[in-house]
């Protein structure tokens, strides 16, 4: 047994922002060893794992102490991925920056002294945090200064963590990490992973763009590197404790180099010149964005024996060929006719042959044929040109977005559809469920139970029928979701009146809408479908 596997043997780890891209890595090197994975997010998007190890999925906002109080029982290991991650974002609103960077570490450590247990605790840090710096490469020496409020908030979790350490209430370090790249989910920020969006870009068969001459150093280092450090990183924590830590490549390339890379490699295994073009740099952006950054990671490595063993061709090369194995539909679709690009978002267990069907939910165990697979695309980021998709369908979708996800997906449609293209969606008729509810009796006679026998009963509140003669019955149902399952939260509602105010703000045309029951006299629904415009 070697020493990572006989650390993490039996322990708990507990896994913030377990939805994100380095998370959702982190917890794939983990899943087959013998521990528990606790793993803990704000979206309750969790990608499918399995192994070993015991996965634990809950949903919350570290932000309160109840939740991080629920998710520290019994851990042994914290690794806190989660973060608000674009920098603008973070520029416009410093309060709601602070309250996703800042104070997530401040409720866990607090649970630390107020319950008296210590945890090993190993951050995900920028190495961005010390600004712009005067003379690469960069180590742990390097006095901080930074120039964006995400960075100076990462300093300050930073900071807390190692007052923490050194009150000895928690162990603990911070791993600053540079450009990282390679297979996994996207990323939450279109201000990171940009070596990745060009990568999905260029087998789109999408032209690359580089801003200015792209002559600005940068560290890229292979996802695989990093999930290394943070494994090593608890491992080592006596030796690590209190302290930050710089992990790159310790290898400079300018961002043309790279971006030219990519383009050389993906030329290579699709047969398919892609195309590369300087443009200027657009107005206002941040001055990080003109850093020049290579890691010095010395004293990691002596202090763990950690070595990087990608190379940036070998990293682009593995990266490339692993979303060419995840997206058949985006390979292909060159050679289809665009009337055959049809997707089927939140298909569910309701495939559509002729479709690419889209969800988010693990449902490989369900052997559909093969012209019916089921791909977990980011419906925000769909990975399509703009204007090449000939029809979206999306049926008991939309009432599972929050009201800041509803835009982001209702433009991500707008921009796949070809001029012409059709939208067609259904979703629950709030209106039509509000005047049952108002005329239903007011009987509660349980609490909501989520065990199997009771969903197998349809058991809403103590009412087993699907009938609407109940205010507390499967009309709750209607209006919050069966929530049942991960995706079964309704977050959102609709009548015909928003529906149409929503496709006129987007410019869609020809838009109709009619009322059905769900299977026949259930949920009263609204269908609909609707045009994007032709071009003029």
């Not at 290991?77 to 991650?85: I, L």
């Not at 796949?416 to 007011?442: C, H, M, Q, Y």
């Not at 009146?497 to 299977?519: C, G, P």
Request: charged content about 25%; glycine content about 6%; proline content about 4%.
């Amino acid at each position: 047994m070697n020493r990572i596997t006989s650390f993490y043997s039996d322990k708990r780890v507990l896994v913030s922002g377990a939805s994100g891209y380095l998370a959702t890595n982190f917890v794939d090197s983990l899943k087959d060893f013998d521990c528990t994975i606790v793993r803990l997010s704000k979206s309750g998007r969790f990608h499918p794992v399995s192994g070993r190890a015991s996965i634990i999925d809950m949903l919350g906002d570290m932000c309160g102490k109840a939740v991080c109080r629920r998710a520290m029982q019994g851990v042994d290991v914290v690794f806190h991925f989660g973060a608000q991650t674009d920098v603008y974002t973070a520029n416009e609103d410093p309060v709601s920056d602070f309250q996703a960077n800042v104070r997530p570490m401040i409720s866990l450590l607090e649970i630390c002294r107020e319950q008296s247990i210590c945890p090993i605790m190993v951050f995900a840090g920028t190495v961005t945090e010390v600004g712009i710096p005067g003379s690469i490469p960069v180590n742990e020496t390097v006095s901080d200064n930074p120039v964006t409020i995400y960075d100076l908030h990462k300093l300050v979790a930073e900071n807390y963590l190692k007052y923490y350490c050194r009150q000895g209430i928690v162990k603990g370090t911070t791993l600053r990490l540079a450009n990282v790249y390679g297979p996994g989910p996207r990323s939450s920020s279109s201000g990171r992973g940009v070596l990745n969006l060009m990568m999905r870009k260029a087998l789109a068969g999408e032209e690359l763009t580089i801003y200015d001459k792209g002559d600005c150093l940068r560290d890229y280092v292979y996802v695989d590197d990093v999930v290394r450090a943070f494994l090593r990183a608890a491992i080592y924590i006596e030796e690590l404790n209190g302290r930050h830590y710089v992990i790159g490549s310790a290898e400079g390339h300018s961002i043309a180099e790279a971006i030219n890379l990519i383009a050389e490699c993906v030329s290579l295994k699709s047969g398919r010149r892609v195309q590369v073009r300087h443009v200027d740099q657009p107005a206002h952006q941040s001055p990080i964005e003109n850093r020049n950054f290579v890691a010095d990671t010395t004293s990691f490595t002596k202090a763990t024996s950690w070595k990087v063993r990608y190379s940036l061709i070998e990293g682009i090369n593995n990266t490339i060929e692993a979303f060419q194995a995840n997206s058949v539909p985006v390979a292909r679709r060159r050679e289809q006719s665009d009337d055959l690009i049809k997707l089927n978002i939140g298909c569910g267990r309701r495939p559509l042959a002729g479709y690419i069907n889209i969800d988010s939910d693990d449902l490989a165990s369900l052997n559909f044929p093969d012209d019916m697979a089921i791909y977990d695309y980011d419906i925000f980021d769909l990975p399509y040109p703009d204007g090449s998709v000939a029809e979206v369908r999306a049926d008991s979708l939309v009432e599972h977005l929050s009201f800041i996800e509803e835009p982001k997906f209702f433009y991500e449609v707008k921009r796949v559809l070809r001029p012409g293209g059709i939208f067609e969606f259904s979703t629950t008729n709030f209106e039509e469920i509000v005047k049952l509810w108002l005329a239903a009796e007011d009987d509660w006679k349980d609490f909501f139970r989520n065990d199997a026998e009771a969903i197998a009963n349809q058991h809403w509140f103590g009412q087993y029928s699907y009938a609407a003669e109940n205010r507390w019955g499967y009309l709750s149902a209607m209006i919050f979701g069966s929530q049942n399952g991960e995706g079964q939260f309704h977050k959102n509602c609709y009548t015909a009146a928003k529906i149409r105010a929503v496709l006129k703000r987007l410019q869609f045309e020809n838009t109709e809408i009619s009322e059905f029951r769900w299977q026949g006299d259930r949920d009263p629904m609204l269908q609909v479908r609707t045009m994007k415009p032709q071009e003029t």
